[in-house]
């Protein structure tokens, strides 16, 4: 059973860093594609950052702040965030799929979240 398990959330300040990791539980794979969306309360959830095979996709919101990197020996997949904004805030969740992809297996996971809070 494959299972998502995100870390590194916390409380910070505007201006400073957070680097959220996502361990992959259950599978030896390589998942195909790896990244993050994010929710803040009273809005819809959305795509923050996402990698495809070679393609790195960012949300405007988050593009030259946010960098996403994954260690596929490991499948982990971090997101570095720097410059922070309390628009930032949310809870952050790690997804992997399999779209895009010639899987037998459809797939689409996700882990339960980890709640990043940007203020003063």
């Known amino acids: 059973q494959v299972q998502l398990v995100e870390s590194g959330g916390g409380l910070v300040q505007p201006g400073e860093s957070l680097r959220l990791s996502c361990d992959v539980w259950?599978?030896?794979?390589?998942?195909?594609?790896m990244g993050w969306y994010r929710q803040a309360p009273g809005k819809q959830r959305e795509l923050v950052a996402m990698e495809t095979g070679s393609n790195i996709n960012y949300a405007d919101s988050v593009k030259g702040r946010f960098t996403l990197s994954r260690d596929n020996a490991k499948n982990v997949v971090y997101l570095q965030m720097n410059s922070l904004k309390p628009e930032d805030s949310g809870v952050y969740y790690c997804?992997?799929?399999?779209?895009?992809?010639?899987?037998?297996?459809?797939?689409?996971?996700w882990g339960q979240g980890t709640q990043v809070t940007v203020s003063s």
């Open positions: 997804n992997a799929n399999s779209g895009g992809s010639s899987a037998t297996t459809p797939y689409d996971f």
């Open positions: 259950g599978t030896a794979l390589r998942l195909h594609a």
